[in-house]
């Protein structure tokens, strides 16, 4: 962009080595305000104000909890007063990145686990989703982006077994039907779904199950957060503007097994 039109709203964004902050640091690149919404507020303001400063576009970060409706309603409001003070451009994009995992076999889990991992993978895209969607609708432009695995097409792997595998499956019936519904809305609804990436849930891991790993995958190696972000950011490109309702797998051939 040549200059700022548009503002970015991106969930999850806060954790170092984390998609979502890979991601907020690619639309900032290039020319977007962001708002960055994570658990932590004060983090949230911090690292707003460091990628506004860095890439000198506005930024704005408040605290939210995707899977609670009052906080969503809260951070949506917080959003809307900066956009309404001119602190802001009107908000363009979201990227639903926030979630947790299920690293836990099926007979172990429990319905709290279960209600838990669901709650912030699917429901929180839904209530951020209807919270930032109806000005977009307004405005006839908008793209959201949601984040589903590959475990949602294959089965849980080591960190997302069934109850994740399961929400990140909700969330390609939430992308397909919400990208039918608004097709002449001119918000357009996609969805990526990741395989291994090199984030910070990974550290730790043996070399020997880094290389087990890899061997699963067509490509040879993980997903570089960056590669994950330059994906979610073009998405939200006027480039991308048809294309709706599609699932796109960065997952270095992962999904084909």
């Not at 209600?115 to 919270?131: C, D």
């Not at 891991?205 to 997903?223: F, H, K, N, W, Y």
């Amino acid at each position: 962009m040549s200059s700022i039109q548009r503002t970015a709203v991106i969930t999850g964004a806060t954790s170092e080595r984390g998609i979502g902050l890979a991601t907020a640091r690619r639309y900032a690149e290039e020319g977007w305000a962001i708002v960055v919404l994570d658990l932590d507020g004060e983090k949230s303001a911090k690292v707003a104000a460091e990628i506004g400063n860095e890439f000198g576009v506005p930024a704005f970060g408040h605290d939210i909890d995707v899977a609670d409706e009052t906080s969503v309603q809260r951070a949506h409001d917080a959003v809307a007063a900066e956009v309404a003070g001119g602190n802001l451009p009107t908000v363009g994009a979201l990227a639903n990145i926030a979630g947790i995992t299920s690293p836990v076999p099926f007979p172990e889990t429990t319905l709290e686990l279960w209600n838990k991992v669901m709650a912030v993978n699917a429901t929180g895209t839904y209530l951020v989703t209807r919270a930032f969607l109806p000005a977009m609708i307004d405005n006839g432009w908008g793209r959201v982006v949601n984040m589903s695995s590959v475990s949602a097409q294959r089965g849980g792997g080591v960190f997302g077994k069934v109850p994740y595998s399961s929400a990140k499956a909700a969330v390609l019936g939430f992308t397909k039907s919400l990208a039918r519904e608004l097709g002449d809305s001119g918000v357009t609804v996609n969805a990526v779904t990741p395989g291994a990436v090199d984030t910070s849930i990974r550290v730790g891991s043996t070399d020997e199950q880094e290389a087990a790993l890899c061997r699963d995958i067509p490509l040879g190696r993980v997903a570089t957060t960056t590669e994950v972000a330059a994906v979610i950011t073009f998405l939200s490109s006027q480039d991308a503007a048809y294309l709706t309702g599609t699932t796109v797998d960065i997952n270095g051939g992962s999904h084909l097994h």
